[in-house]
């Protein structure tokens, strides 16, 4: 079975400019999870989708903001750019929502903001 | 709120000796424990989770953690480290109630390999 695929794998953006990343989950899971990585803040959850429907939602301004598609595909939307939106971009997929779900991470979207 | 603490941000082994890496949870209700590990360069990769059925977990590549509830403790250890185990390794809890699909990740411990 497929891993988490996510593309692009390499962005260079500049300040004020949005972005579009996308994550095809593992076939058969129905939650995709969105995490951002960086030096600073570590690993910091953004959103969950299940069923096309937002479930939960971390502390990041509005700037950021996902969707998920009826194959279960998400994709997540940065606007207007900040340097410190400068992060590794990880979504994981899971069979369900919560409780002892494992979730399955990509490889990951690496965003450079100049 | 759930939460996890790595003890240590790193930690240095000569290979084939013991690895510990520690972790302390803060749940208020029975959590479920993950630890994670991180290649360079690459995503997350699942070692093992707790999530009640045995207090010892058995993982893959032949790393094991025990949940003790008297300590709040989640410790990964693995008797013999290989080179291969340089990594970056995370203690995750799942976020619960109203947050309960959320993994909340520890600051991580790097793990140094020396031959």
């Known amino acids: 079975k497929a891993g988490v695929t996510q593309t692009p794998r390499y962005l260079i953006k500049t300040r004020g400019q949005q972005v579009t990343l996308s994550c095809s989950p593992i076939s058969g899971h129905r939650s995709v999870s969105w995490y951002q990585q960086t030096p600073g803040q570590g690993l910091q959850f953004l959103f969950e989708?299940?069923?096309?429907?937002?479930?939960n939602k971390g502390n990041f301004p509005g700037r950021f903001s996902g969707r998920q598609f009826s194959n279960s595909r998400s994709e997540m939307n940065v606007s207007t750019l900040e340097l410190g939106d400068s992060a590794l971009y990880l979504c994981?997929?899971?069979?369900?929502?919560?409780?002892?779900?494992?979730?399955?991470f990509g490889p990951g979207t690496r965003l450079l903001v100049l | 709120a759930q939460s996890v603490t790595q003890l240590d941000s790193h930690v240095s082994v000569s290979e084939g000796t013991p690895v510990l890496l520690r972790c302390n949870y803060s749940?208020?209700?029975?959590?479920?424990l993950f630890w994670y590990v991180q290649h360079p360069n690459k995503g997350l990769q699942l070692l093992l989770k707790?999530?009640?059925?045995?207090?010892l977990v058995k993982g893959i590549n032949g790393f094991e953690a025990e949940f003790k509830k008297s300590e709040t403790s989640f410790h990964l250890t693995k008797p013999s480290a290989h080179m291969s185990d340089a990594a970056e390794y995370f203690c995750v809890v799942r976020g619960g109630g109203g947050s309960q699909g959320n993994l909340i990740f520890g600051k991580g411990t790097k793990l140094s390999v020396k031959p």
């Open positions: 994981a997929s899971s069979l369900a929502l919560g409780g002892q779900e494992t979730q399955y």
């Open positions: 707790y999530t009640s059925a045995a207090t």
């Open positions: 749940s208020s209700y029975s959590p479920s």
């Open positions: 989708y299940f069923s096309e429907t937002q479930r």
